[in-house]
């Protein structure tokens, strides 16, 4: 059984005492596949550091979080362009807009979250959307954008079966994690009226971990308990959601 992490911020300060456990905790758990999502430059030597650890393993992304696009994002912006012209990566992200820390740079993370989308257009990568509080501003962006070369993973899902089914209209597939094993979750209400082919399994470790673990630092290898709940949503065997969410996973990000 060969699960997929499609986003753990695997070179997190959170893992600096046990960081090769851990990872070794996920492998034996069947997690093969970690796709790693940017924050901004500060992290970058860290991402690199850990993809020379693992190069098997460890695919990156590149770009600008949300929540650090601040006075200086264009030179953060400049940062992820120069890293795009050195190298490869398998995605752009995680990107987005976030209202729930502060609304006043709204403006700023829009005019961010358009810039990185057409980067990814540039490359024919996808985007790794995150979202938080700012469903409506993120639709906004994605209409003006909407095309055959727009497709990425909605990151960390959260939102209602309507807005499930207009970000897939966008061309893209809705990352589940922990969020749907808690009581009020709710995405696991509707989730079985969603098609298997639109999901992809994440963990967003170190945060968000799954029930029963929930309060404490998330690590990949929880994933086991997303795979089972998804499993009861659907009906179908914990195998055949790691293989269908890996499937996708490989549509998404070409590898």
Known sequence: MIITDTHTHLYSEAFDDDQEAMIRRAEAAGVSR?????????????????????????FLMMGLHPTSVKEDYEEELAHVEAEFAKRRFYAVGEIGIDLYWDKSTLAIQQDA??????????YTLPIVIHCRDAFDEIFDVLEDERGDDLF??????TGTKDQAERAISFNMRL????????????????????????????????????????????????????LEKLSSVYGVSEEEIA?????????????
């Open 152 to 157: 990425g993973i909605f990151h960390c899902f």
């Open 34 to 58: 970690f796709f790693i999502p940017a924050i901004d430059s500060s992290y970058t030597q860290r991402m690199y550091a850990l993809e020379g650890k693992y190069p098997e393993q460890v």
């Open 175 to 226: 990352g589940i994690g922990g969020v749907v094993t808690f009581k009020n979750g709710k995405v696991d209400r509707f989730l079985h009226e969603v098609g298997l082919k639109h999901i992809v399994l994440e963990t967003d470790s170190p945060y968000l971990a799954p029930t029963p673990f929930r309060g404490k630092r998330n690590e990949s290898s929880y994933i086991i308990k997303v």
């Open 113 to 122: 979250f358009t810039r990185q989308i057409r980067l990814a257009k540039k």
């Open 243 to 255: 293989h269908v969410t890996t499937e996708n996973s490989k549509e998404v990000f070409g590898i």
